[in-house]
């Protein structure tokens, strides 16, 4: 009786298959709606609870604008000072090193550390003077504060309106803010700004990338210095 299998060879191998192909179904549907949850939560952002932490966020925004548009309309000091303390703002509220990795992408990857280093340093100088340039938007005008999204745990998304005057339509300009999680204290800081849909980064990282791919790392530090240049006479 022991030397008889209880289940032939052949049943055994069906009832495998079988089961192998139900696994197979589950786990397909099971993946398919990990997929579609995550994707569903891409295009709806969820909107932060706990409402300290939202004004935390929008009066860190909301001190930046001010500071820099007091710097930049002050007529008591002088230019070079301006500047000087509108850079040392930008320094302490941007997260320089992320959006260089950003705007450079996969060409990190294909460029010498050096040059990567070379480039970080130019780009930093190029970030400071273009959001520099932004804070001429408020010029006085209302600020209007709508919502804060949140993205992940240390990532957020400000959404800010400016009222203008003279009947022109408001601008909607979006902050991407980071809250530093290795730092003392956790402060937060800027990685972008999106001015009615357009982000900063991204049009460096399509221009950057034509020009890296067309002419060499080399020529786009070149090209940055000279813009930087350029705006300083």
């Known amino acids: 009786l022991l030397d008889k299998p209880l289940i032939k060879s052949s049943n055994f191998a069906i009832i495998i298959i079988i089961n192998l192909k139900n696994f197979r179904m589950f786990y397909q549907k099971f993946y398919l709606k990990l997929l579609i949850t995550l994707f569903l939560i891409s295009l709806n952002p969820i909107k ?16 930046i604008i001010q500071e820099g548009e007091k710097l930049l309309s002050s007529k008591m000091i002088e230019k070079k000072i301006k ?3 509108t850079r040392a703002l930008l320094e302490k509220n941007l997260y320089l090193e992320w959006m260089s990795n950003y705007v450079l992408g996969r060409n990190k990857k294909i460029i010498e550390p050096d040059q990567v280093e070379k480039f970080k340093k130019i780009h930093a100088k190029f970030l400071i003077k273009a959001f520099s340039d932004l804070f001429k938007h408020y010029n006085g005008q209302k600020v209007e504060f709508e919502k804060v999204i949140v993205l992940s745990e240390d990532m957020f998304i400000v959404n800010t309106k400016i009222l203008r005057t003279n009947g022109m339509p408001s601008l909607k300009v ?10 003392p204290g956790k402060p937060f800081r800027v990685g972008d700004i ?10 460096q990282k399509s221009e950057f990338n034509s020009v890296i791919k067309n002419h060499g790392i080399n020529a786009l530090i070149n090209n940055l210095q000279r813009k930087i240049t350029k705006s300083e006479i």
């Open 48 to 63: 932060a609870e706990n409402l300290s932490d939202e004004e935390l966020l929008k009066n860190y925004v909301r001190k």
């Open 174 to 183: 979006d902050y991407l803010v980071f809250q530093m999680e290795d730092l």
């Open 83 to 85: 500047q000087e303390k």
């Open 194 to 203: 999106i001015t009615e849909g357009i982000s900063i980064l991204n049009s």
